[in-house]
């Protein structure tokens, strides 16, 4: 049973518009959220994190939303540009626990 | 950014063969994973340690064991490969208390033949 959904593998946007990661968590026990960026043969990248206590955090041209009562989160880039082109994961984690919990991840492909 | 290295980054063996895979970090951290990717998967934990002589398995049943003697180094060994091992496996580190970010190495991409 997956905890953690991302459900679109593949987002395709064009320079300079915005690109929205979605994801969705079934576990009301998760706290915390984080989203990775991974290029192929690296290993992931930290981004952006979440405590459950905020709806937003911002960093730059990153901006993670939460809204708990849908268990959902997502990760806005904007403007997008072609270095952002990798695969984003999101994961969770639930206070007390020392894990991570990872979706399938989704390809974004940002193009000129 | 973190300091976090495996070696290799790429290995081709055959079947029965034993591999250790290397794991390094030199942040001090106690807490330190390893996880294994399939592409287009999500990755999954399968053996975590708290700190020296520490290690637990993670949700992933695998045949792997490791080992955690010093702070800094966390090896992860397989006795027997076989083509189901053929992964990506990833290493990771965290702080501690007070941080969920878990800092990445480059991985190492395992293929058995």
């Known amino acids: 049973d997956q905890q953690v959904k991302q459900n679109s593998p593949s987002l395709s946007v064009q320079e300079g518009r915005i690109s929205i990661l979605n994801c969705d968590y079934t576990?009301?026990?998760?706290?915390?959220f984080l989203w990775y960026k991974k290029y192929p043969a690296e290993g992931p990248t930290f981004l952006i994190s979440?405590?459950?206590?905020?709806d937003k955090n911002e960093d730059g041209r990153f901006t993670v939303f939460l809204n708990k009562s849908a268990k959902h989160l997502s990760l806005h880039i904007v403007p997008s540009q072609p270095g952002d082109s990798a695969v984003y994961f999101c994961?969770?984690?639930?206070?007390?626990?020392?894990?991570?919990?990872f979706g399938t991840g989704t390809r974004l492909q940002v193009f000129p | 950014e973190a300091d976090i290295y495996q070696t290799p980054r790429y290995l081709v063996i055959g079947t029965g063969k034993k591999i250790t895979l290397e794991c390094s970090q030199t942040?001090?951290?106690?807490?330190m994973y390893w996880y294994q990717q399939d592409p287009g998967m999500e990755l999954h934990l399968i053996h975590y340690?708290?700190?020296?002589?520490?290690?637990e398995k993670g949700d992933l049943s695998s045949e792997s064991t490791v080992s955690r003697i010093r702070t800094e180094h966390f090896p992860l060994t397989l006795e027997s490969a076989r083509p189901s091992h053929t992964s990506q496996y990833l290493c990771?580190?965290?702080?501690?208390?007070?941080?969920?970010?878990?800092?990445f190495g480059p991985g190492t991409r395992l293929t058995v033949t």
């Open positions: 340690s708290y700190g020296v002589n520490s290690t």
């Open positions: 994961a969770a984690s639930a206070a007390n626990t020392d894990k991570l919990i």
């Open positions: 990771a580190s965290r702080k501690g208390l007070g941080t969920y970010e878990q800092y």
């Open positions: 942040m001090g951290h106690d807490k």
């Open positions: 979440i405590s459950s206590i905020k």
């Open positions: 576990n009301s026990m998760f706290d915390y």
